[in-house]
């Protein structure tokens, strides 16, 4: 199931004698006569993919930070309006005094006035108008309590009237007193609300600021999601031209793999993606390409570096952001993480055995000789790979 690159045959070969140089020069012309897998191209494709997705996650956690802080700015808002709703109910309340208080002040200028006139009116006839003199009054009166009635009465009248008119002038003081009150507290009420709507207004730009940022942010990454996926594209037409162009015929009866590599002795050729043919690794990852060309995978086939084995595939495909867990489907990616270097498998379809869950796969190289082969297995111990 393993893999190396193709760094280590050259390495290996350029250690030996005269005759092992010979038989590289007759390698490579071999590898010249079929597509070049061309890892350059491949791993210029993956680091400007990796470093876009980099750039995502990276903005995607200043927007999660700015999701944070414009809740704060969210809740200060809501708060300071909480404020706001409530002095202005004050200031309501306090308006309403205020108008009574202006009625009722009002109301006594006007029983001044007219207790006033009263008082007027009897000082004028008392006093004014011809009173009659003691002698007159004694001669008119039937005795002299009657004389004294009558002046007691007007006395009487007299002091009611300037109680009345002290009781009112004091009244109107007061209820001025209360109005100076209620104007003062209703200034300082205003002056309060100019505040908390000054600040209300500054959470809200701040708010509005924050929101713009996100919504910059998250059209950068949108952005990026648009140069990540022309790009799998741009990488999957070539991976194409150079894997499954005309002068790469699949065979049907071995999953569709190229010809070309599995005539070839195990391990002699290198495929699309650095890894040596007739491994598990590299038919599943031919399987990947097929199924993304044929719109049943999200995920192209990655170029991973000519590193292949199947125990690495599941880390380096959650690097990628490509799912992976423990649930079989159809046309995922099964691994096996035992023994030296795993087994990659691709998933045809998804059954039971004995009453236990089973998948059916296609697979390389579970014999350890370079041969295809299909089967049913248990998924006990496996993960897979949603590409």
């Known amino acids: 199931m393993r893999s190396p690159t193709k760094n280590k045959i050259f390495t290996t070969v350029a250690a030996a004698g005269r005759y092992t140089r010979v038989l590289l020069i007759l390698i490579v012309l071999a590898l010249s006569r079929i597509p070049s897998s061309q890892p350059v191209y491949a791993d210029q494709f993956d680091q400007q993919i990796q470093g876009l997705q980099q750039q995502n996650i990276q903005t995607q956690t200043t927007v999660s930070q700015l999701a944070e802080q414009a809740t704060s700015y969210q809740d200060a808002v809501n708060r300071l309006q909480a404020q706001v709703d409530q002095v202005e109910q004050q200031i309501a309340q306090n308006e309403n005094a205020q108008a009574d208080l202006q009625k009722q002040i009002v109301d006594a200028q006007t029983e001044l006035a007219k ?144 010809r070309v590599w599995d005539n070839a002795g195990q391990d002699s050729l290198l495929d699309s993606w650095g890894m040596f043919n007739r491994e598990c690794v590299s038919y599943t990852a031919f399987k990947v390409h097929q199924d993304y060309l044929a719109g049943k995978d999200t995920h192209d086939m990655p170029y991973w570096g000519g590193s292949g084995d199947a125990k690495q595939w599941p880390a380096n495909a959650r690097a990628a952001g490509i799912p992976v867990d423990s649930n079989p489907t159809v046309n995922s990616i099964a691994i096996s993480t035992a023994g030296t270097w795993g087994h990659s498998m691709h998933v045809e379809s998804i059954g039971t055995m004995n009453g236990q869950s089973a998948i059916y796969v296609s697979q390389y190289n579970t014999d350890f000789a370079g041969h295809y082969s299909e089967g049913w297995r248990y998924t006990t111990g496996l993960v897979f790979i949603h590409f």
């Open 115 to 258: 207790q006033r006139l009263v008082l007027g009116q009897i000082i004028k006839m008392m006093f004014i108008d011809g009173e009659p003199t003691v002698l007159e009054e004694l001669a008119t009166s039937k005795n002299l309590s009657d004389f004294v009635d009558k002046k007691a009465y007007r006395s009487v009248v007299q002091k009611k009237l300037q109680i009345t008119v002290q009781l009112v002038a004091k009244l109107q003081a007061t209820l001025a007193a209360q109005k100076a009150e209620v104007d003062q507290l209703l200034k300082n009420e205003h002056s309060q609300q100019a505040q908390i709507d000054a600040n209300r207004a500054e959470q809200a730009k701040l708010l509005a600021y924050n929101q713009s940022q996100q919504a910059d942010y998250g059209q950068e990454i949108q952005a990026n999601q648009s140069k990540i996926a022309d790009l799998r594209h741009q990488q999957a037409a070539l991976i194409s031209r150079y894997q499954v162009g005309g002068t790469l015929s699949g065979d049907p009866n071995h999953g569709g793999y190229p």
